[in-house]
T-cell receptor, first 113, second 113 residues
Framework: DQQVKQNSPSLSVQEGRISILNCDYT??????FLWYKKYPAEGPTFLIS?????DKNEDGRFTVFLNKSAKHLSLHIVPSQPGDSAVYFC????????????FGTGTRLTIIP | ETGVTQSPTHLIKTRGQQVTLRCSSQ?????VSWYQQALGQGPQFIFQ???????GRGNFPPRFSGLQFPNYSSELNVNALELDDSALYLC????????????FGSGTRLTVV
């Protein structure tokens, strides 16, 4: 039972353009969402999060959008840089982040110079 | 401030053997959560330890067990290893039990042959 889904295993984007990574969830108890970035041979590192009381959160080049009615969130990276090439995981939690994380399967983003 | 350290980084074991993986939590953190990441999958929650007690467990059999020590470091033990146990095992430490504050280690790559 995959409660958090990332349907695109991979994505290639030209440097300087916008990267959009998508994530869907099925559990309506999830109310806190996070994006993690993972390089090979390293652990996931936190990128940005959003609570269900908001529909957008920005941090520099990274913006996360949440559509609660569609149970969908997306991560926008603009402009995309070569160092953004990594695997991106969407994760969800209940009780406003006070519960364990449930992860999606990840999307491998490749930025083409 | 030191991060999360996991040892060993790589390990090869034979089916039926037992293995112990270790995690030193980040300074100031009192909670350790363990995740299993199989190839091509997202991390899956195994269990969490808070103040030396198990505080939540995912859908893993009892042969997966753990410990947390007074200095908040932790061990993950797996008995009667199976081929499907081959995965990257990630440890995350946090201050408090919420998933919002995780700092992940680089993981231990376990191969069962």
């Amino acid at each position: 039972d995959q409660q958090v889904k990332q349907n695109s295993p991979s994505l290639s984007v030209q440097e300087g353009r916008i990267s959009i990574l998508n994530c869907d969830y099925t559990n309506s108890m999830f109310d806190y969402f996070l994006w993690y970035k993972k390089y090979p041979a390293e652990g996931p590192t936190f990128l940005i999060s959003i609570s269900s009381i908001k529909d957008k959160n920005e941090d520099g080049r990274f913006t996360v959008f949440l559509n609660k009615s569609a149970k969908h969130l997306s991560l926008h990276i603009v402009p995309s840089q070569p160092g953004d090439s990594a695997v991106y995981f969407c994760a969800a939690s209940g009780n406003f982040g006070n519960e364990k994380l449930t992860f999606g399967t990840g999307t491998r983003l490749t930025i083409i110079p | 401030e030191t991060g999360v350290t996991q040892s060993p980084t790589h390990l090869i074991k034979t089916r039926g053997q037992q293995v112990t993986l270790r995690c030193s939590s980040q300074s100031g953190h009192n909670t350790v959560s363990w995740y299993q990441q199989a190839l091509g999958q997202g991390p899956q929650f195994i269990f969490q330890y808070y103040r030396e007690e198990e505080n939540g467990r995912g859908n893993f059999p009892p042969r997966f067990s753990g410990l947390q020590f007074p200095n908040y470091s932790s061990e993950l033990n797996v008995n009667a290893l199976e081929l499907d146990d081959s995965a990257l095992y990630l440890c995350a430490s946090s201050l408090g039990t919420g998933g919002y504050g995780y700092t992940f280690g680089s993981g231990t790559r376990l191969t069962v042959v």
